[in-house]
């Protein structure tokens, strides 16, 4: 094992700065699920490690919409 453990294995300042902006432009959940596997991080530490973004992004559409 590295030594890390789950309070610290994904986030510096930066990739903190850079996952809370990717998950506020999300458009679907399905860019929230693909946003997750990119950080290689769970649903489960996003709920736990950012309550309040996490019920941001359940309201949004399962896809995003296509333009006409």
């Not at 992004?57 to 995003?64: I, Q, R």
């Amino acid at each position: 094992m590295d030594g890390q453990n789950d309070d610290d294995y994904l986030f510096s300042g930066r990739d903190r700065s850079s996952f809370e902006l990717e998950m506020r432009m999300a458009a679907s959940k399905a860019q929230v699920a693909c946003i997750l596997e990119w950080f290689e991080t769970t649903e489960e530490y996003f709920i736990d490690h950012f309550p309040d973004l996490a019920k941001e992004v359940t309201d949004l559409p399962d896809d995003t919409p296509t333009p006409e």
